[in-house]
C-alpha cells in the first residue's frame, strides 16, 4: 500500500520569509517516483518536480528546492524568500511499482502574507 | 504546445442524470489518467489508460462510472445515475507513459470539470 502524509495542514508566513513544506512518503517498492504540484487558486494543478527514488540529489530551482531523504521517507519542499504568488495549496504525490497513478497527500495550503 | 484540455468546464445536473466528461490529452502522449478532486476526499485516482493496454480501473468508486479512450487519444469519462456524492472536480492528466522511465510518469494536468449534481 502507497501512502503520503502533508502533516501540516495550513501555513502562513510574512513575504520574503523561508517556508519548508514536509512530505512523509509509504511504500514498499523499491523503484518508486515522488512528486509536488501547486495548485493555486486558479485551480490547475501545476508540476513542479519529480524525484526517482535511486536519486537522492537535492535539486534547486531558483527559490525554491527539494530535499529527498530515503533514511526517512522524506521529500520536503522548501521555498526561499517567498512572495505572494507562491500562495496555493501544495500537493506530494507517489507513484510506485507498476502503478502508474499518483497517490496524493491532502495538501498544505500556503498563504503568504504582503 | 497546447496542453491537457478539458470539457465541460462546469457542468450543474439533476440527480439520476447521465453525464459525460472529456478530456483531450497533450499530442503524444500515451497516458491518461482520470481523478477527482472533492472537499472531503483530497485528490482520488479514477482510471489509467497506456496505450492500447487494458485500462487500469481500480480507482473508480461504484459500476455507474466508466470511462473510454478512442484511438488513443480523446477519454470520455460517463457517470451514469448522479448521486450528489458525485459532484467534485474532476481532473484529466496525460504523461509520456510507456517505457520512457521516470519522465514517462510526469502526469500534467487539465482545468478539470466541475460537476454539481442537484
Known amino acids: 500500500a502507497q501512502k503520503v502524509t502533508q502533516a501540516q495542514t495550513e501555513i502562513s508566513v510574512v513575504e520574503k520569509e523561508d517556508v519548508t513544506l514536509d512530505c512523509v512518503y509509504e511504500?514498499?517498492?523499491?523503484?518508486?517516483?515522488l512528486f509536488w504540484y501547486k495548485q493555486p487558486p486558479s485551480g490547475e494543478l501545476v508540476f513542479l518536480i519529480r524525484?526517482?527514488?535511486?536519486?537522492?540529489q537535492n535539486e534547486i530551482s531558483g527559490r525554491y528546492s527539494w530535499n529527498f531523504q530515503k533514511s526517512t521517507s522524506s521529500f520536503n519542499f522548501t521555498i526561499t524568500a517567498s512572495q505572494v504568488v507562491d500562495s496555493a495549496v501544495y500537493f506530494c504525490?507517489?507513484?510506485?511499482?507498476?502503478?502508474?497513478?499518483?497517490?496524493f497527500g491532502s495538501g498544505t495550503q500556503l498563504t503568504v502574507l504582503p | 504546445g497546447a496542453g491537457v484540455s478539458q470539457s465541460p468546464s462546469n457542468k450543474v445536473t439533476e440527480k439520476g442524470k447521465d453525464v459525460e466528461l472529456r478530456c483531450d490529452p497533450i499530442?503524444?502522449?500515451?497516458?491518461l489518467y482520470w481523478y477527482r478532486q472533492s472537499l472531503g476526499q483530497g485528490l482520488e485516482f479514477l482510471i489509467y489508460?497506456?496505450?492500447?493496454?487494458?485500462?487500469?480501473k481500480s480507482g473508480l468508486p461504484s459500476d455507474r462510472f466508466s470511462a473510454e479512450r478512442t484511438g488513443g487519444s480523446v477519454s470520455t469519462l460517463t457517470i451514469q445515475r448522479t448521486q450528489q456524492e458525485d459532484s467534485a472536480v474532476y481532473l484529466c492528466?496525460?504523461?509520456?507513459?510507456?517505457?520512457?522511465?521516470?519522465?514517462?510518469?510526469?502526469?500534467?494536468f487539465g482545468p478539470g470539470t466541475r460537476l454539481t449534481v442537484l
Open positions: 492528466a496525460s504523461s509520456l507513459g510507456g517505457t520512457s522511465g521516470g519522465k514517462g510518469n510526469e502526469q500534467f
Open positions: 511504500t514498499r517498492d523499491t523503484t518508486y517516483y
Open positions: 524525484r526517482n527514488s535511486f536519486d537522492e
Open positions: 504525490a507517489l507513484s510506485s511499482g507498476s502503478a502508474r497513478q499518483l497517490t
Open positions: 499530442s503524444g502522449h500515451t497516458a
Open positions: 489508460f497506456q496505450g492500447n493496454s487494458a485500462p487500469d
